[in-house]
């Protein structure tokens, strides 16, 4: 696996987030970073047809129940990533054209060098992470998706199955540029096209590279 408002939802406060990662820095909310990321995320992006350009709240998990390590790998996208060492954070989400379909991005920034051991550990979550199931008839099953030339480094996962008993698929990215974590899930019902995954993961890249 390579490692390489309108409405600003999930800025949460640190003591709210869950760490992951270990040790280093304190968090701490930088004010002049939380204004960079609400005004990043008030732009349209380049996102693919379809897709409407005005941001909704952030993006949240379509099922209650998933282990520890799912939940680590898909949290990030609503506005929950690691909290160890972060400054700053902002999610939001998108609706596509397609049935089911919708864009959620989450941006996260951190102190020093620790976006770079967050996605190590989330590298690893999403190894560990096999598969979704709960009793409301969701089972999703999980298998690597590549991610090349995405940020300064990336790892990408496909949960297909079925969603309360219905086809389902929903892929994840998480890609580090410089000092941010940029998260992205792209679902949709029965399937989700990669080539569109790959157009959202560079519209939510490019938000933080220019």
Same mark, same amino acid.
């Given at each position: 696996m390579k490692r390489k408002p309108w409405i600003i939802a999930s800025v949460l406060v640190t003591g709210l987030l869950a760490g992951c990662g270990g040790g280093g820095a304190e968090s701490f909310i930088d004010a002049q970073a939380m204004a960079q990321l609400r005004e990043v995320l008030s732009k349209e992006p380049p996102l693919p047809d379809g897709f409407t350009v005005r941001p909704e709240q952030a993006w949240r998990m379509p099922f209650g129940q998933a282990d520890r390590n799912c939940?680590? =790998? +898909?949290?990030?996208a609503g506005g929950r990533a690691p909290g160890q060492a972060l400054t700053a954070q902002a999610a939001v989400s998108y609706h596509g054209d397609g049935l089911g379909e919708q864009a959620g991005v989450g941006l996260a920034r951190y102190a020093g060098e620790e976006a770079e051991g967050h996605l190590d550990a989330l590298a690893e979550a999403m190894g560990a992470c096999r598969s979704v199931r709960t009793s409301s008839g969701t089972d999703l099953r999980l298998r690597e998706l590549p991610v090349r030339d995405a940020g300064d480094e990336a790892v990408g996962a496909r949960l297909s199955?079925?969603?309360?008993?219905?086809?389902?698929?929903?892929?994840? =990215? +998480?890609?580090?540029v410089g000092d941010t974590l940029v998260s992205v899930v792209h679902t949709g019902m029965n399937e989700v096209d990669a080539g569109r995954t790959r157009k959202v993961v560079e519209a939510a890249i490019s938000m933080v590279s220019t």
């Open positions: 939940r680590a =790998v +898909l949290e990030p199955g079925r969603l309360n008993g219905y086809p389902y698929a929903m892929d994840v =990215v +998480l890609s580090r």
